[in-house]
């Protein structure tokens, strides 16, 4: 952990959208990584039918998804290949979108493996209503990213953006409100937080000097949980550095080792 890695910031981002919002914040956070000077991928998860949350005779609903559909869908490779990975859905109860929890199945065997420890992981959502579930939405998609070990980015104050607005963005991750029947387009802000997070403020600054969890010299899983180890990972900016909090397991699931370092010469 003292120097850049020589293969840059890979970045992988990854939506579920339905009327669009959620896949113009994915297109805003991909163009904060590749703006900060990733290599960035966007994908989409696989479609889930019949679709009983939205009116699939409306005319935005069908275009949205012609376009949608377009997208190259997700695998295991992407996660493998990127050093940041940013998933988002639209909100479910609170909860990530079913197609979204799918595939997260589907790359179960990448925590077997450890594959993506050191990773780093951040999260966006678009609700219908400012109290609809966002942030519930948000964390809920940035607890498999602890379960595999990976480093969690989110949106420091420091973003103009995230004090002004009055609407989506959170400092868990990127959000939009489109209203009960989706018909509100994300706003300045909401953008504006969605590049930040993207950006070099996020997961793209991050990825940049993360890697394989040999960098990070934690082992991978072994067998169950109870048996194996696993890692999670906040960092936050300070004046002078980068905090990171390190949370290891070993053994027993609920024996948990903390330690809080200064890495000044990695961020």
């Known amino acids: 952990m003292t120097s850049i890695d020589p293969d840059g910031a890979t970045v992988c981002v990854i939506c579920d959208s339905r009327y669009g919002s959620t896949l113009a914040l994915a297109r805003e956070i991909a163009e904060g990584a590749g703006s900060g000077g990733a290599r960035v991928r966007l994908c989409r998860v696989e ?64 925590w077997r493996e450890g594959a993506l420890i050191g990773k780093v992981g951040a999260a966006f959502t678009s609700t219908g209503g400012m109290h609809s579930g966002n942030e519930m939405t948000l964390l809920s998609l940035l607890l498999p990213f602890m379960q595999h070990g990976m480093i969690i ?81 906040f960092l936050w900016p300070q004046k002078g550095g980068t905090k990171v909090a390190c949370i290891q397991s070993r053994g027993p699931i609920n024996t948990f080792l903390w330690s809080l370092k200064s890495c000044h010469s990695v961020f």
């Open 153 to 233: 980015a989110g949106v420091p104050h420091s973003v103009p953006a995230l004090v002004r607005t009055r609407k989506g963005g959170s400092p868990y991750g990127a959000s939009a409100v489109t209203g009960f029947d989706g018909t509100l387009s994300v706003d300045d802000n909401e953008k504006a937080i969605a590049r930040a997070l993207g950006g070099a403020g996020g997961a793209t600054g991050r990825a940049g000097t993360s890697g394989s969890r040999h960098r990070w010299n934690w082992p991978a899983p072994t067998g169950s949980p109870e048996k194996g180890h696993a890692s999670c990972f």
């Open 47 to 110: 479609l889930s039918e019949p679709e009983f949350s939205v009116d699939s005779e409306r005319a935005d609903y069908r275009e949205a998804q012609r376009i949608y559909r377009e997208l190259p869908r997700a695998t295991a490779d992407d996660l493998r290949w990127a050093k940041g990975i940013v998933w988002g859905s639209p909100t479910r109860y609170g909860l990530m979108s079913t197609p979204l929890r799918a595939f997260i199945d589907e790359v179960a065997p990448l």
